[in-house]
């Protein structure tokens, strides 16, 4: 009983203090200043920033997939299911990629071959993986497709005879044939219209549920943390700034970036309101402001915040904020939980 709470309950993947930097000819790109995270067993996790804030070279490092060079994962410790994934040799990635974690790209096509069958290649990983011999994995990946709403009989297409939605849910299948233990997925469903995002968000929610799976959703946009997440992890300048349920993130939004971020939303009851975007653009990677590297953006920001870094703190059990309001100083923020 105790041990089947402790496998409930336990995290699939943990990141601690991770730092990924990449050297340049004349600079050294800090991309990852820090990451702390971890997502329980069969939960979603979003990872929710601007472009650059560092959130698909945290995915990346848990496959072990920077390059280097340039890139190099300097400090930090990454555990699958309380393994030190820097302990296991290339050979042993290899076997980890694809079958306990994947990951889903935002374009299909970068990740379909078009001169492959669809079938081919979602039968090419269970095979490689499953130790099946080929016609036992073809049946593997129609009956994949089916799982994700597409004919057995169009096995045998290729990409191009797709449209973007299906592309996707091949990728999809491709991604579960071998029930990973962690899927990330990476702006999954950028690339597609409004209602086709829908129906892929929905079926990544089922196969989540029907499979266990734990989940890392990269993504810019709210709306699809609020639909399939558990829990938010909002990234600026390579470190989480604010971490929380979606109560404490929606209806308890603590850190100025992420009420920047709500602010940027359009209003749907009000339509004519005018969008209020964050001023200015993420900070250069090769020279971080000083202090909170937020503070040329921030509209609540004191002197002491171009001097100080903020720490973390902690709110409440799931309530997490790295920002000089919450330490004590005369750093006061509107909109709820100010240090007096
Ligand atoms: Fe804004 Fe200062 Fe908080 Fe940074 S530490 S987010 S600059 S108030």
Known sequence: MESAIKEKYMSTVEIENLVVEFKTDDDIVKAVNGVNLKVERGKTLG??????????????????????????????????????????????????????????????????????????QIAEGIQIHQNL???????KAEEMLELVG???ERATEYPHQFSGGMKQRVVIAIALSCNPQLLIADEPT?????TIQAQVLELMKNLREKYNTSMIMIT????????????????????????????????????????GLFN?????????SMLKPIKGLMPDPTNLPKGCAFHPRCIYAKEICSKREPVVTQLSDTHYVCCLAYENTEVKINGGGLIE
């Open 47 to 120: 990872l929710v920033g601007e472009t650059g804030a560092g959130k698909t070279t945290t995915a990346l490092s848990i496959l072990r997939l920077i390059p280097n060079p340039p890139g190099i994962i300097k400090e930090g410790k990454i555990t699958l299911d309380g393994h030190n994934l820097f302990d296991y040799t290339e050979d042993e990635m290899d076997k980890i990629r694809g079958n306990k974690v994947s990951m889903i790209f935002q374009d299909p096509m970068t990740s379909l071959n078009p001169v492959i069958t669809v079938g081919e």
């Open 133 to 139: 011999n080929k016609s036992e994995a073809m049946k």
């Open 150 to 152: 597409i004919q057995k």
């Open 190 to 194: 950028t690339a597609l219209d409004v």
């Open 220 to 259: 810019h946009d709210l709306g699809i943390v609020a639909e399939v997440c558990d829990e938010v992890s909002i990234m600026y300048a390579g470190k989480i700034v604010e971490h929380g349920n979606l109560e404490d993130i929606f209806e308890n939004t603590k850190h100025p970036y992420t009420e």
């Open 264 to 272: 940027s939303l359009p209003n749907i009851e009000d339509r004519k």
